[in-house]
């Protein structure tokens, strides 16, 4: 963790983000087109690439966030990157699909079904989201490490605990209520 | 509203895991000698910073993708072809971070509590890695392989 190493892996991280983003959609522009010489190549790239944000968004995790508080670790902490951006990137998804989904011409093809799904997907990732925090959590707490309880007590004085105080309410609007909605709507369905 | 409600709620929570481990005054609490506890504080570079990222949606969605859809609209993929688709890297900081020892933030051990010391093996931790690269990319060949013999142009026509 030197200054010279960070930054050469910052420039990584964003380069190889960057080039990925770019290259696929520039591949899927072609593919909307009619050219669909590019589907092996979109494959292979998504294949190399779900490996490569998985490393990097550890790494990226490590750097930005974990090394802060250089004597707490946690080997969780690429887990909970990466299942908190993919519900970030699903409730993002579902956002701009409801804005979308009132305009032409997304209006013929986003139907109550897709939305039906990215809730359903989105509840998903909420729980595993939750299961990767409470695992982090009831293992300091049990374990009572000198080493790592004291990022969890500092997070729990000094006007900080009205924070984490905040998501009480959570587990009923983002699990109970999300549930709730989802089997009414399945039960307005007719069966498939 | 619960998607807004989500987003919002990853904002609490990446700022609980930033903000805590900093002074109000900006210093990073572990560089700081002497007693270090962070209080609640709100940087109006905290509201600021999402602010700054609403390009996505104004620029890159609002603005351009009714067009995109409507070019790809009339030649979206077909169904067909949609079916198948440690510890001695913390030296820098002790040396310039005011504290005599790795440990001398934690040197009173609360009752009851454990210690655990790390010797973190970086060999096998590299040949994972390098295994789990190799595997993800092979398993993500495989499907696409398929989808390739699928679409060579005149298949069917050698075939009949």
């Given amino acids: 963790l030197n200054s010279g190493f960070f930054l050469a892996r910052y420039f990584v991280y964003f380069a190889g983000w960057i080039a990925l983003a770019w290259t696929l959609t520039a591949w899927s522009k072609r593919q909307d087109e009619g050219d669909m010489s590019v589907n092996l190549k979109i494959q292979r790239l998504s294949g190399f690439g779900i490996v490569f944000y998985a490393l990097t968004v550890t790494f990226a995790g490590i750097d930005w966030i974990m090394s802060l508080n250089p004597h707490w670790y946690s080997t969780l902490f690429g887990f909970l990157m990466m299942g908190g951006q993919g519900l970030s990137s699903l409730a993002f998804t579902i956002i701009i699909s409801r804005y979308l989904s009132q305009r032409s011409p997304m209006q013929e093809l986003l139907k109550p079904a897709h939305f039906h799904d990215l809730g359903k997907l989105s509840l998903a990732f909420t729980m595993l989201w939750a299961y990767f925090n409470f695992s982090q959590f009831l293992l300091t707490y049990a374990a009572n490490l000198v080493e790592e309880v004291p990022y969890f007590l500092s997070r729990l004085d000094h006007g900080w605990q009205y924070l984490a105080d905040l998501p009480d309410p959570v587990p009923l609007l983002r699990a109970v209520l999300p549930a709730a909605v989802a089997r009414q709507q399945a039960g307005e369905q007719p069966p498939r | ?160």
């Fill in chain 2, 1 to 160: 509203m619960i998607a807004a409600w989500i987003i919002f709620m990853r904002y609490v929570d990446i700022y609980m895991l930033v903000t805590p481990e900093f002074a109000s005054d900006g210093a990073n609490l572990h560089m700081a000698p002497g007693e270090h506890a962070s209080h609640f504080f709100v940087s109006w570079l905290d509201l600021a910073a999402p602010l700054a990222n609403r390009r996505a949606v104004d620029v890159d969605v609002r603005g351009q993708s009714p067009a995109a859809s409507d070019a790809g609209l009339p030649r979206s993929v077909p169904a067909r072809v949609a079916s198948k688709l440690r510890r001695p890297l913390m030296a820098e900081h002790h040396s310039a971070g005011h504290h005599s020892s790795p440990d001398d933030e934690y040197a009173f051990t609360p009752e009851g509590a454990a210690y655990e010391h790390t010797d973190a093996a970086v060999a096998p931790v590299a040949k994972f890695l390098f295994w789990l690269f190799v595997r993800g990319r092979g398993h993500a060949l495989w499907p696409g392989r398929r989808l390739q013999a699928d679409d060579r142009p005149g298949r069917e026509g050698r075939a009949a």
